[in-house]
């Protein structure tokens, strides 16, 4: 089945305790990315990635990481959470970012929660 | 600015036709997007409608854009409580890649 793996469900940490967050799909895509959702705000974008090795900021980067050492995985990586990074994040995929009208796939989100 | 701009909350009863209204800022957008999502789930695509069109029917759904108004509707006939969920529009930017804003969401509840 195709699909985008997100792990944990759920996450609550403590602040400064570094975490990474999991996602891995199994569709041979090029383009991931990662995003936050927040009450009233959406779906903001924080760090994308169009092929291997290659990582882009999206609109709210701070605080995060991402590596692309293989084409099927994009870790999210906090080195030091802070409270304001409790969030709900999904991670996305799709086969090529060129097209506009490529469908994304998500994930089925994180729910982190940083006390 | 780059908002897109939704309502937060629809309420209708079972069987009545829903819509759920968008506004977007960038007249470039090439695709407009509807996505939905189910609680404890991520979002699925439902349908999207390039720019140059005006209407898009799918089954049940219907998408109207008015580009002069940067106006996008989604229209669910005979609404089923199976479609209670967030909807989210979203407007795709051209420049390297497919950049996706999306709206704050709207809730939409049915009730019997």
């Known amino acids: 089945e195709a699909q985008v793996t997100q792990n944990p469900r759920y996450l609550i940490t403590v602040t400064g305790k570094k975490l990474t967050v999991t996602c891995s799909q199994n569709m041979n895509h090029e383009y991931m990315s990662w995003y936050r959702q927040d009450p009233g705000l959406g779906l903001r974008q924080i760090y994308y990635?169009?092929?291997?090795?290659?990582?882009d900021k999206g609109d709210v980067p701070e605080g995060y990481k991402v590596s692309r050492k293989e084409k099927r995985n994009f870790p999210l990586i906090l080195e030091s959470p802070s409270p304001n990074q409790t969030s709900l994040y999904f991670c996305?995929?799709?086969?090529?970012?060129?097209?506009?009208?490529?469908?994304?796939?998500f994930g089925s989100g994180t729910q982190l929660s940083v006390l | 600015g780059e908002d897109v701009e939704q309502s937060l909350f629809l309420s209708v009863r079972e069987g009545d036709s829903s819509v759920i209204n968008c506004t977007y800022t960038d007249s470039s957008s090439t695709y407009l997007y509807w996505y939905k999502q189910e609680p404890g789930a991520g979002l699925q695509l439902l349908t999207y409608i390039f720019s140059n069109m005006d209407m898009k029917q799918d089954q049940r759904l219907t998408v109207l854009l008015n580009k002069k108004d940067k106006h996008l509707s989604l229209r669910i006939a005979d609404t089923q409580t199976g479609d209670s969920a967030i909807y989210f529009c979203?407007?795709?930017?051209?420049?390297?890649?497919?950049?996706?804003?999306f709206g704050a969401g709207t809730r939409l509840a049915v009730h019997p």
């Open positions: 996305a995929s799709s086969r090529s970012p060129g097209q506009s009208n490529e469908k994304l796939f």
């Open positions: 979203a407007e795709s930017r051209s420049g390297g890649y497919n950049k996706l804003i």
């Open positions: 990635s169009m092929n291997v090795e290659v990582t």
